[in-house]
């Protein structure tokens, strides 16, 4: 699902109306609708619990006011008040304000702080809010009324469903520019916006409703909009049939390359993640003091011991050994648990220079081009990394130049991401909060599932091999990744239901896989 900043959501409500014939009025009435809508499936108790409904003298404030008319004709008589005189509002908002007393919606003016104060202190009849305050367009802080309104209500009692966004954010940004409403649900219009995905921003929302007002694809498809949202739908979408007359072989063949002295874990992982992703076969090349460990975790995998350094990691004499492995599997899953020293990194950048099989680089395979991205490059192959913010840093880093840092990736995580994709012709996924995932074409996703319990040992591994898992089988690159993001997310959510942030490990996400897995197929999880 596309999402949009304040500027392109202004722009298909301009196309909409010159090129589809749909007045911003009749926009502002199906927002209204639908916000009426969903405020009753969310809450069926509304009338009784009673309902506030603050607005601004914006559009934002139109929608409201638009929402309180059609709340009325469902019997729901929301207490509404508006934070200007009506002489103030223009345009649309003008219009539905008149539609409103019109259906014999009572409207409160609120003149000034006093009258405001006696407002908000007159709620012992209502226990939630709908926020139509402020909009998209906000460009700075808050301030005046609306600051003043903003921070009452986040000292209430009231339960808060904002109108697009809550009020006080900016539709341009994940950063929180100034005081805002904090949401227990937001009900976004047409299209998500950045602040309802990204950042600290994105906290505020609560939970996001997307509310289809009648706006037409095609006007929003013209936009040429490069970053989206991965909802479930489109997940499940990409999960695999299998058909009935099939064998091990017909689900792909992956080459695990991972492991060695004291990190047989990390190996073990991405095999399991891949087998569990539904892999038919999966091999793990590891070291020869690794080995054992590897074929110990996991039963299903066959384990090959190659030479090794005297650290215990792989030797550069294992490589003719791994291009003949490598000539019988479909996908190759390399970096995770490998250590970083000069002889292995040195062996990682020979395989994925001259191999052509697709291709998933995690971890220390990643950290053997710290410096030296310029040789990575999927143009002629499939490619996939899978950086956290500190191995994107160093990836992003040259010896010439000061560092990257972490945190410098993580304050341009999207431009990041599109721009290192389309340069080195890859799909890249940069993990953490809001997992952003870029495809050589400069189209950017944004995962919502996951929790940061999910920061511990051994999940990204888990990641590595899910993806693998899922390309063997014959899904795009993009699918594989955009699956096994939202799947392993989900997982991982599904486990800390029963574990918790604090105690969630690997282990437990993998056991959580098959759950996640027929959640999108459509089956109830095994899980009660």
């Known amino acids: 699902m596309k999402v949009l900043t304040a500027e392109q959501m202004r722009s298909v409500d301009a196309r909409a109306e010159e090129h589809f014939g749909i007045s911003s009025s009749t926009l502002m009435d199906n927002a209204g609708a639908r916000v009426a809508g969903l405020l009753m499936a969310l809450y069926p108790d509304l009338a ?10 914006g559009n934002n404030g139109g929608d409201g006011l638009a929402a309180a008319r059609h709340l009325k004709r469902q019997g729901v008589a929301a207490r509404v008040v508006l934070l200007a005189r009506a002489s103030e509002l223009t345009g649309a908002a003008a219009h539905h304000h008149g539609a409103a007393l019109k259906a014999k919606v009572v409207v409160e003016e609120i003149r000034d702080e006093g009258a405001w104060k006696q407002a908000i202190g007159a709620t012992s009849a ?3 809010v709908l926020d139509a305050i402020l909009g998209t367009g906000l460009s700075g802080p808050a301030r005046g009324p609306a600051l003043t309104a903003i921070a009452d209500l986040n000292g209430s009692d009231l339960e808060v469903v904002s109108v697009d966004i809550p009020s006080g954010l900016s539709g341009d940004t994940g950063d929180i520019v100034g005081a805002a409403v904090g949401a227990s649900h937001t009900i976004a219009l047409c299209c998500p916006k950045v602040s309802h995905v990204l950042g600290a921003a994105s906290a505020l929302c609560g939970r996001l409703h997307i509310a289809d007002i009648g706006i037409p694809w095609e006007a929003v498809e013209a936009e040429e909009i490069t970053l989206n949202i991965l909802t479930e739908e489109e997940a499940a979408a990409l999960v695999p049939v299998r058909e009935a007359d099939t064998h091990k072989g017909s689900y792909g063949r992956v080459l695990v390359v991972a492991g060695s002295r004291g990190r047989s874990g990390a190996a073990a992982m991405v095999c399991l993640g891949a087998l569990r992703a539904g892999a038919g076969l999966v091999t793990a090349v590891t070291s020869d003091s690794a ?3 590897v074929a110990a975790h996991a039963f299903e995998v066959m384990t090959e011991a190659l030479p090794e350094t005297h650290g215990g990691a792989l030797s550069q004499v294992a490589e003719p050994m791994l291009r003949d492995l490598m000539a ?4 190759l899953a390399l970096g995770p648990g490998l250590m970083s020293g000069h002889e292995t990194a040195a062996l990682v950048r020979q395989l994925v220079s001259s191999s052509q099989m697709p291709l998933v680089l995690d971890a220390d395979g990643l950290n053997a081009f710290g410096g030296r991205a310029a040789e990575l490059n999927g143009e002629q192959r499939v490619l996939i990394l ?10 992003l880093s040259h010896p010439a130049e000061p560092p990257v840092s972490a945190l410098q990736v993580q304050a341009d995580r999207i431009g990041i991401v599109r721009a ?3 340069r080195h012709h890859c799909y890249l996924v940069l993990k953490g909060h809001r997992t952003a995932i870029a495809d050589p074409g400069g189209q950017v996703w944004i995962n919502t599932t996951g929790n940061p319990g999910m920061a511990t040992a051994g999940a990204g591994d888990l990641l590595t091999g899910i993806i693998a898992g899922l390309l063997a089988q014959g899904l795009s690159p993009m699918e594989a990744v955009l699956l096994g993001v939202y799947a392993h997310g989900m997982a991982g959510d599904l486990a800390a239901d029963d574990t918790g942030e604090i105690s969630l490990m690997a282990r437990d996400i993998l056991e959580a896989l098959p759950d996640a897995f027929q959640q999108l197929d459509g089956a109830p999880p ?3």
């Open 386 to 395: 899978t950086p956290h913010p500190g191995e994107m840093a160093r990836l």
């Open 526 to 528: 095994r899980r009660p």
């Open 126 to 128: 209502q226990s939630i």
């Open 328 to 331: 019988s599997c479909d996908v």
């Open 291 to 293: 080995q054992p460990l």
């Open 48 to 57: 009784a619990r009673g309902l506030l409904i603050v607005c601004g003298k």
């Open 420 to 422: 290192f994709a389309k």
